[in-house]
């Protein structure tokens, strides 16, 4: 393994990541339903992509208690 040859102060560490900060996504507004989506990634609220329904949402789901 590699050892540092000298401390690194303080002041030099935190030089180097003034640039490691994360930076915010960059969200789309989707074309069908308006929500915010990631760019090129089929919309989470709406299921659709490039204006064509990929992903069929279910309007409800049925939870019975007497089932199974
Ligand atoms: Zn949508």
Known sequence: ?????NKV???RR???RA???LVA???NECTNC???KRPHHVCPSCGHYADKEIVAM???IELD???A
């Open 34 to 36: 308006g929500e915010l």
């Open 65 to 67: 208690e007497d089932a």
């Open 1 to 5: 393994m590699a050892v540092q040859q």
């Open 58 to 60: 279910a309007d409800e």
């Open 25 to 27: 996504g960059n969200p």
């Open 9 to 11: 102060s303080k002041s």
């Open 19 to 21: 640039h490691d900060a």
């Open 14 to 16: 935190n030089n180097r």
